[in-house]
């Protein structure tokens, strides 16, 4: 069964500072991964996907993640951080076969000092 | 395009109380799912619907949840009776299709505190 662990459940960066955030996952079979952002009383909204085409996916808000499959991770990262990307994160993990559920991580907070 | 709809947005009530709550999907969408979120963790997936039929309930504790999802719109789920360890954010998200390549658009959840 898949799995996606989170490294640091709270990030803080300062306005300006490269953001990254850690997501490694286990799967048996290639996976689709997907990074959600979640700000405060709102559900969860999708930033960007990876279904295996190219290893380094774009997604909306500047932010970008790259697949690396010998290291099992799909890290988060946006060069230049902005107050407003203070939110919570979450990896999440599919396969492509099978019954194609979502896994997610435990989420990681990220704080944006001014 | 209106997203996903709930309601109510929150409920308090005592163990062993009745709770249900509801959710709209966008329209059009065939692929509906409910998620728990329990404090400090990811969303969970307790029951999936494709139109009105479920395709994974795996997750869902049936001695106590149920879920339906009559004309294959909107969709209701029940806790009955509620335990503490049922405090969590309810989310309902709906997709065009079933598969992990169709995007999932989730609710403002549900939070339920459960005293």
């Known amino acids: 069964a898949q799995s996606v662990t989170q490294l640091g459940s709270h990030v803080s960066v300062s306005e300006g500072a490269l953001v990254l955030l850690r997501c490694n996952y286990s799967?048996?079979?290639?996976?689709?991964l997907f990074w959600y952002v979640q700000y405060p009383n709102q559900g969860l909204q999708l930033l960007l996907k990876?279904?295996?085409?190219?290893?380094l996916v774009k997604g909306i808000n500047g932010f970008e993640a790259e697949f690396k499959k010998s290291e099992t991770s799909f890290h988060l990262t946006k060069p230049s951080a902005h107050m407003s990307d203070a939110a919570e994160y979450f990896c999440a993990v599919s396969e492509e076969q099978g019954a194609q559920k979502l896994v997610f991580g435990q989420g990681t907070r990220l704080t944006i000092n001014p | 395009e209106a997203g996903v709809a709930q309601s109510p947005r929150y409920k308090i009530i005592e163990k062993r109380q009745s709770v249900a709550f509801w959710c709209n999907p966008i329209s059009g969408h065939a692929t509906l799912y409910w998620y728990q979120q329990i404090l400090g963790q990811g969303p969970k997936l307790l029951i999936q619907?494709?139109?009105?039929?479920?395709?994974?309930d795996s997750q869902l504790p049936k001695d106590r949840f149920s879920a339906e999802r009559l004309k294959g719109v909107d969709s209701t789920l029940k806790i009955q009776p509620a335990k503490l360890e049922d405090s969590a954010v309810y989310l309902c998200a709906s997709s065009l299709m079933a598969g992990a390549y169709n995007e999932q658009f989730f609710g403002p959840g549900t939070r339920l505190t459960v005293l």
């Open positions: 990876y279904t295996s085409a190219a290893t």
């Open positions: 619907f494709q139109n009105n039929g479920v395709v994974d």
């Open positions: 799967s048996s079979v290639p996976p689709y």
